[in-house]
Each structure stands twice: as structure tokens, then as C-alpha cells.
């Protein structure tokens, strides 16, 4: 498991704070991506829709990819989506 953190000057950017991601490596080419979730979001998911790691808490499988570059790719995407909108 790998755990991508928004880096500060992207969290200084935004209007909204940018999520976390963890990604989950499954099989040689399988790779699984978990976001990262805030207290407050909490209600609005059941006990089967996340997964904690190490003390955080998150929204199970938003994405499925073939490499770890292709997963790395998707959470840019999200964070440049997230930076647009600021």
C-alpha cells in the first residue's frame, strides 16, 4: 500500500482541501485506489464502502488500473480538477 498525500502548496491553492489516496497493489497488474476520507464525510457511507489503514479511513475501490503509474495518473487528474476549481 502506498499512501499519496496533496502536497502543501496544492492544499495552499485550493478553496477545497485536495483528498488523499491510498493505492492498494493487488496483482502484478492490479491496482486498486482508495480516497481518503474526513470525519465529517463518515456518515454518508456503510462499514462494506471503506477500509481503514494505519488510522486513516477510506472510500473503498473509486478507481481499478493496470500499473502503479496509471493509478499515480488518476489522483493528478483529481487534484488538477480540484486546483481548477479554486
Known sequence: MKYIEASPELI???LTKPSN???EKVKKDRYILHREIEE???NN???KQIIKYKG???EKRIG???TEWKAYDAIHLYWDDVNKKA
Open 12 to 14: 495552499r491553492k485550493s
Open 56 to 58: 486513516k479511513t477510506f
Open 64 to 66: 481499478e488500473y493496470p
Open 40 to 42: 465529517d464525510e463518515m
Open 45 to 47: 457511507y456503510n462499514r
Open 21 to 23: 489516496y491510498l493505492i
